[in-house]
Nanobody, 123 residues
Framework: QVQLVESGGGLVQAGGSLRLSCAAS????????CGWFRQALGKEREFVGA??????YYADSVKGRFTISRDNARDTVYLQMNSLKPEDTAVYYC??????????????????WGQGTQVTISS
């Protein structure tokens, strides 16, 4: 199993930046694709981005503003969020992609999830 813990959320003004961290336990973590999702109050969980091997994927709503990276030596995946907008307000979750998955945008394709971290952007 893989255990994931998100951190780095908080309250920032529109236009600001945050970096979220997803710390993992488990030796196999570095071999897993990882995704970031977010869920705003009253809305469905939404794909934000993913990293798998050398490939990175982003939702159109965040492309050019958010960047996913990972540090395998520290078993940590990051989500750098720049130019934040009020509509980015949500609980952000990291998750590990199921082995063998060929697409990355659906929550059901991920097996292990963190508890989430709140990101609030004020206007």
């Amino acid at each position: 199993q893989v255990q994931l813990v998100e951190s780095g959320g908080g309250l920032v003004q529109a236009g600001g930046s945050l970096r979220l961290s997803c710390a993992a336990s488990g030796r196999a973590f570095s071999t897993r694709g990882c995704g970031w999702f977010r869920q705003a109050l009253g809305k469905e969980r939404e794909f934000v981005g993913a990293i798998r091997g050398s490939s990175r994927y982003y939702a159109d709503s965040v492309k050019g503003r958010f960047t996913i990276s990972r540090d395998n030596a520290r078993d940590t995946v990051y989500l750098q969020m720049n130019s934040l907008k009020p509509e980015d307000t949500a609980v952000y979750y990291c998750a590990t992609l199921r082995l063998g998955s060929l697409i990355v945008t659906m929550p059901g394709l991920y097996d292990y999830w963190g508890q989430g971290t709140q990101v609030t952007i004020s206007s």
